[in-house]
């Protein structure tokens, strides 16, 4: 069954520094998506991304957050200069494009998990 | 914010029928019922969806009620696997707008 894989698993950093998580979407999929959870805490949007532009996106993510599609098949989130409370789970997410055959469904990757220190 | 309501906790015993409520009493007529679940901090996962009429998979079962502003999760033989946190969410269907996650219902399915 095709998945959504991400990378790294786990990353620490020191505050201040860059940080890049990577995702593969599932093949076919057009839609993409990060999202964070903070331990404890609510399953967060962060930003969607359609046609290699941001569709849509919280208040969360500022202007220290970036996402980008450098190929055919990854799809990045970048924190420019980290701060302690970007310390998350942060999920990366696909679907189909808009079709009445799809169920709309997003399908996550397991998660990447940052800590700041 | 979530336009969903759902208890914070409910228990239910190893092989019984785990039925989770959710309250969406401001759903619109092009809004559809989605409901996920987050095994510990796994990334979250699909259940099952459902505009008005009940619905069915291998999962679960979706009942919703004829004024659409409430429905139930049926998970018919729960397992211990199925200790997660449940979450119902309304979107509009076929959209790729993004989901927006409340806090949900932890199940505990105990033996």
């Known amino acids: 069954e095709p998945e959504v894989t991400q990378t790294p698993s786990h990353q620490v950093t020191q505050m201040g520094q860059e940080v890049i998580l990577r995702c593969v979407p599932i093949s076919n999929h057009l839609y993409f998506y990060w999202y964070r959870q903070i331990l404890g805490q609510k399953v967060e949007f962060l930003v969607s991304f359609y046609n290699n532009e941001i569709s849509e996106k919280s208040e969360i993510f500022d202007d220290q957050f970036s996402v980008e599609r450098p190929d055919g098949s990854n799809f990045t989130l970048k924190i420019r200069s980290t701060k302690l409370e970007d310390s998350a789970m942060y999920f990366c997410?696909?679907?189909?494009?808009?079709?009445?055959?799809?169920?709309?469904?997003?399908?996550f990757g397991e998660g990447s998990r940052l800590t700041v220190l | 914010d979530a336009k969903t309501t759902q208890p914070p906790s409910m228990d239910c015993a190893e092989g019984r029928a785990a039925n989770l409520p959710c309250n969406h009493s401001?759903?619109?007529?092009?809004?559809?019922v989605y409901w996920y679940r987050q095994i510990h901090s796994q990334g979250p996962q699909y259940i099952i969806h459902?505009?008005?009429n009940n619905e069915t998979n291998e999962m679960a079962s979706l009942i919703i009620t004829e004024d659409r502003k409430s429905s139930t999760l049926i998970l018919p033989h729960a397992t211990l696997r199925d200790t997660a946190v449940y979450y119902c969410i309304v979107r509009p269907g076929g959209s790729q707008g993004n989901l927006i996650f409340g806090k949900g219902t932890k199940l505990s399915v105990k033996p």
């Open positions: 401001t759903i619109s007529g092009n809004e559809y």
């Open positions: 459902g505009l008005k």
């Open positions: 997410a696909s679907s189909e494009a808009p079709s009445g055959r799809t169920t709309g469904e997003l399908f």
